[in-house]
C-alpha cells in the first residue's frame, strides 16, 4: 500500500509542477499519429486494390515459365470469362542499317488485350496519350518513351524475323501505358 501511496503522491507532485501535462500531450500526439499513419495506410491499400485490375489489365492473371494447358481456356470459356494471352520476353532492338543494340522488355499479346483498361500511346503535347484503336501489325512493336531517341522516328519497329513465334505474334511491349500506369 506505501506504493500506491508514494506513487499517487508523486503524480499529483508532477500535476502541480506542470510535468504531467507534458507527458499528456506527449502521449495524445503520439496516439494520433499512429492513428493517422494507420489510416492513411489502409486508404492507400483500399485505392490499390480497387485500381488493381487497371493496372493488370484484367481481373486476374494466370501466369507460368511455361504454356499453360488448354484446359485453363476451356474451362474459363464454359464460365464465361474472357482470356487473352500474353508472352513477356527480353530481347535486343537496334535501329534499321545498324547502330547500337538496346536491351527492351518486349509483351506479345493477343488481339483483345487489355481486357480491362486501355493502352495508352504517348503523343507529343499530349500529357495523357490517347489511347491505342488496335495493335501494331504483324511483326511490328510500338517504341517506349525512352528509346525514341535512340531509333529513327517512325512509328513502329520491325521484327528482324517473321518465321519466329514471338514475331507473328501482335507485339506490344511493356512500354505501353494503361490510364492508371505509366511504363518505363
Not at 489502409?42 to 499453360?68: E, F, H
Not at 494471352?85 to 506479345?108: C, E, H, T, W, Y
Amino acid at each position: 500500500m506505501n506504493t500506491i501511496r508514494l506513487a499517487l503522491r508523486m503524480l499529483s507532485r508532477d500535476a502541480r509542477a506542470g510535468e504531467l501535462s507534458v507527458l499528456i500531450a506527449a502521449l495524445v500526439l503520439a496516439a494520433a499519429s499512429v492513428g493517422t499513419v494507420g489510416f492513411f495506410a489502409d486508404r492507400v491499400k483500399g485505392a490499390l486494390t480497387r485500381q488493381a485490375n487497371l493496372l493488370l489489365g484484367a481481373d486476374l492473371m494466370v501466369s507460368a515459365d511455361r504454356p499453360l494447358p488448354s484446359d485453363y481456356t476451356r474451362e474459363a470459356a464454359t464460365r464465361g470469362l474472357a482470356t487473352v494471352p500474353v508472352i513477356r520476353f527480353n530481347s535486343m532492338v537496334q535501329p534499321p542499317g545498324g547502330g547500337d543494340a538496346v536491351l527492351a522488355d518486349v509483351k506479345a499479346v493477343g488481339a483483345t488485350y487489355p481486357l480491362r483498361g486501355a493502352v495508352m500511346l504517348a503523343v507529343p503535347d499530349v500529357a495523357e496519350g490517347r489511347p491505342a484503336t488496335g495493335a501494331p501489325g504483324r511483326g511490328e512493336a510500338w517504341k517506349p518513351g525512352w528509346i525514341r531517341g535512340l531509333l529513327p522516328a517512325s512509328r513502329s519497329l520491325r521484327a528482324r524475323s517473321s518465321r519466329s513465334a514471338r514475331a507473328r505474334s501482335r507485339w506490344r511491349p511493356s512500354f505501353s501505358r494503361t490510364p492508371k500506369s505509366r511504363g518505363a
